[in-house]
């Protein structure tokens, strides 16, 4: 069974300085990884993917994240954070069932942004 | 322009009513899925199609129903056995292969509330 930890529910940041949002999973298979972010009554929309080709994966918005399977972390970071950034992110692993993909997800980092 | 749509935006249901959720999208994928979003959760499966005329129970499917007569629709019902259906719902689609996890792409939400 696969499963999903987010470290922190809420992370609140000042304008310009570094974010880092934690995930830790646990999969049976050789996961496939990725970041989702989710603005107020919004849908998801897709940060970055780990799929087992490079370990540091760069995504939209400046984001990157790093697979550490020694750790089964996938921890998301940005160089400066910019007011646009508040949002609710999603950690998620994946498992095949079939041909289609499953996705489990962590319960979510709600990211604050302050002047 | 390519996507998938979901409507209503905002569904308001009596007790004791069925309601059909709209999921339609352009981009050509094989596979669809819905899930439900709950405050201060993750996801949750309720029913994905890899296929057309074929679908497959998720995680909480019980009071849920659903249909995939066409590619680009999956229409979800939330029955009156669904015990507290008030939520956001979330259709998302993806590509279908052999091997290898597809991203999954989102609609922007359906939010239900019972009155």
């Known amino acids: 069974a696969q499963s999903v930890t987010q470290l922190d529910s809420h992370v609140s940041v000042s304008e310009g300085t570094p974010v880092l949002l934690r995930c830790n999973y646990s999969?049976?298979?050789?996961?496939?990884l990725f970041w989702y972010v989710q603005h107020p009554n919004k849908g998801l929309q897709l940060l970055l993917k780990?799929?087992?080709?490079?370990?540091l994966v760069k995504g939209i918005n400046g984001f990157e994240a790093e697979f550490k399977k020694s750790e089964t972390s996938f921890h998301l970071t940005k160089p400066s954070a910019h007011m646009s950034d508040a949002a609710e992110y999603f950690c998620?692993?994946?498992?095949?069932?079939?041909?289609?993909?499953?996705?489990?997800f962590g319960t979510g980092t709600r990211l604050q942004v302050t002047l | 322009d390519g996507g998938i749509t979901q409507s209503p935006k905002y569904l308001f249901r009596k007790e004791g009513q069925n309601v059909t959720l709209s999921c339609e999208q352009n981009?050509?994928?094989?596979?669809m899925y819905w899930y439900r979003q709950d405050p201060g959760q993750g996801l949750r499966l309720i029913y994905y199609?890899?296929?057309?005329?074929?679908?497959q129970k998720g995680d909480i499917a019980e009071g849920y129903s659903v249909s995939r007569e066409k590619k680009e629709s999956f229409p979800l019902t939330v029955t009156s056995a669904q015990k507290n259906p008030t939520a956001f719902y979330l259709c998302?689609?993806?590509?279908?292969?052999?091997?290898?996890?597809?991203?999954?792409?989102f609609g922007p939400g359906t939010r239900l509330t019972v009155l």
């Open positions: 998302a689609s993806s590509i279908v292969r052999g091997q290898g996890t597809d991203t999954q792409y």
């Open positions: 999969s049976s298979y050789s996961p496939s």
């Open positions: 780990y799929t087992s080709a490079a370990t």
């Open positions: 998620v692993v994946s498992d095949q069932a079939g041909t289609a993909s499953k996705l489990t």
């Open positions: 981009l050509n994928h094989d596979a």
């Open positions: 199609s890899q296929i057309v005329n074929d679908f």
